[in-house]
Nanobody
């Protein structure tokens, strides 16, 4: 099993910066890829940024150049640094990991709310 707990959400003005973190615990060595998703009210959950086990990063077009995903292996933490925030970035941000435990499974955190005011 893998457990994910997000932190760091909050309220920020447009143009500002915020960082959210995801504490990872459990069978960490079974994790393959990790990522951040977000879901705004009335919309589907969408991928924001991904980090593969090989260290490759991928970003949704709407955050490229503004957001940075990184992993702190020493502290078992996944980060998402968000700069130049826009009101349309307002959403609940979720940490995700896929891992192998007899078969491939998905782990999700409980989410952390990011609100960007105009």
């Amino acid at each position: 099993q893998v457990q994910l707990v997000e932190s760091g959400g909050g309220l920020v003005q447009a143009g500002g910066s915020l960082s959210v973190s995801c504490a990872v615990s459990g069978n960490i060595f079974s994790i393959n890829n990790m990522g951040w998703y977000r879901q705004a009210p009335g919309t589907q959950r969408e991928l924001v940024a991904a980090l593969t086990s090989a260290g490759r990063t991928d970003y949704a077009d709407f955050v490229k150049g503004r957001f940075t995903i990184s992993r702190d292996n020493a502290n078992n933490t996944l980060h998402l640094q968000m700069n130049s925030l826009k009101p349309e970035d307002t959403a609940v941000y979720y940490c995700h990991a896929d891992y192998y435990s007899g078969y491939w499974q998905d782990a999700w955190g409980q989410g952390t709310l990011v609100t960007v005011s105009s």
